[in-house]
């Protein structure tokens, strides 16, 4: 027996929980449509990093909606690996931006300690390219809605693993400065 292959339509409920999630941005949830297992039936997942956020969420969301039963809350963390590559192309793409001439540049990330999720500040206020870094993260970057011009920490040149840091409870930020030929 041959299965056919049916599309989901994207759910009728997606504009208010989009609306629901980026009024409240301190949640720091993701959402992501998904097709249920067996049914065909789009279903909404809300990925909240901390507990009481989703529970919020849980209670927050469903009366806002037509299909509430299509709705599904997880606490989310990338896996450590993801992670380390999404981390290890925000220190790459730092270490080249002045060569590559960019008008708003990164000035730090790390991973946060409960979503480990990669946070990125700029030095600027730049919606467009906030946005894109978070779409190139693949739902895995967080740019920060404040510019922070840090002093800088370390690195002029090479950054290794081994200095991140694995304790959640105190996340390590790194800042890439170019290193100043005189």
Do not use: C
């Not at 693949?138 to 040149?157: E, H, Q």
């Amino acid at each position: 027996m041959r299965y056919r292959e049916e599309r989901a339509t994207a759910s009728p409920d997606l504009p208010v929980v989009r609306q629901w999630v980026e009024r409240n941005p301190r949640t720091e949830a993701r959402l992501t449509e998904t097709v249920e297992h067996g049914g065909g039936r789009v279903v909404l997942v809300v990925n909240v990093p901390a507990h009481e956020e989703m529970v919020r969420a849980r209670l927050e969301i469903p009366p806002l909606v037509r299909f509430p039963e299509l709705l599904r809350f997880r606490r989310w963390q990338p896996g450590e690996q993801e992670a380390e590559w999404t981390l290890q192309w925000v220190l790459g793409l730092m270490r080249r931006q002045e060569d590559l001439n960019l008008p708003t540049k990164v000035t730090s990330t790390g991973r946060h300690p409960a979503s480990g999720l990669i946070m990125i500040t700029i030095d600027r206020v730049d919606p467009t390219y906030a946005a894109e870094l978070e779409a190139r993260g693949n739902g895995l970057t967080m740019v920060l809605p404040d510019p922070m011009n840090p002093v800088p920490l370390a690195v002029a040149g090479h950054w290794s693993p081994d200095s991140q840091g694995s304790d959640a409870a105190n996340p390590t930020w790194v800042t890439v400065e170019k290193p100043r030929v005189p």
